[in-house]
């Protein structure tokens, strides 16, 4: 009985000993209140959820301005963040942003270092090629052959796709992921394997390109926000995320940046 009491007596003297120092242990969500900024690393490529107007710098889409909405909802201001699909996990290690908001595909290599948010798009690799040539690249058989001639932008989901399943087949890469389609409108190219969601509305904008069964793309993949290994940002974000979702908003503003007049002259 004795012996019980006295352990009994040791742990709730060690629970008091590291009460203060879990008391004082921070989370990023405390972080960016008492910053009062949230900073969100964006690529400014990707319609229709980041794009960089070359008119006047501002970044636009989707989930910009979803960033602006998690911004507010925290009570802080909204500070942008440019990375590249190269540099994303780089710019992550070196704490350069908070979360990431940029149509992030979820993978397992990014999820070794950080969390992703609750998913909010369910997406998939298929290809993006002139009309005329639909029907050559319906499978990925079809695809790698020596004479045809895929385009990746770099660093992303996409050019690791592309170097897993294509070992015949030329493979180029080229630097520039708002320009990359017209590589295929002017022939330079024969299509590029990319977001289901990406084709549909690049082949609004390139009358010329037709996606390739969209609807039933080659594999399975989901879009988050990336953040870091933090609980405490994460319930909060995932709980932002949940009610703009199930309040069908999530979805108007998809809808809305989906049919984004983006071929508009700059002003």
Known sequence: MLNRFLRAGAFALCAALTMPALAQTTNRLDEIIARGTLRVGTTGDYKPFSYKNPADGQFIGLDVEMGERLAKALGVKLEVVPTTWSTLMQDFAADRYDIAMSGVSV????????????????????????????SKFQTLAQIDQPNVRAVVNPGGTNEKFARANLKQAQIRVYPDNVTIFNEIVAGRADLMMTDAVETKLQQKLHPEL???????????????????????????????????????????????????PWNAPAK
């Not at 993978?107 to 993006?128: M, N, V």
Request: hydrophobic fraction near 35%; charge should be positive; charged fraction near 30%.
């Open 107 to 134: 993978t397992l290599e990014r999820q070794k270092k950080a969390f992703y948010s609750i998913p909010y798009q369910r997406d998939g690799k298929t290809p993006i090629t002139r009309c005329e040539n639909q």
């Open 210 to 260: 037709c996606a390739v069964h969209p609807e039933a793309p080659f594999d399975f993949s989901e879009k988050a926000y990336l953040l870091p290994r933090d609980v405490v940002f994460k319930n909060f974000v995932d709980q932002w995320l949940r009610q703009i979702m199930e309040s069908g908003e999530f979805t108007k503003r998809f809808d809305a940046w989906l049919a984004y």
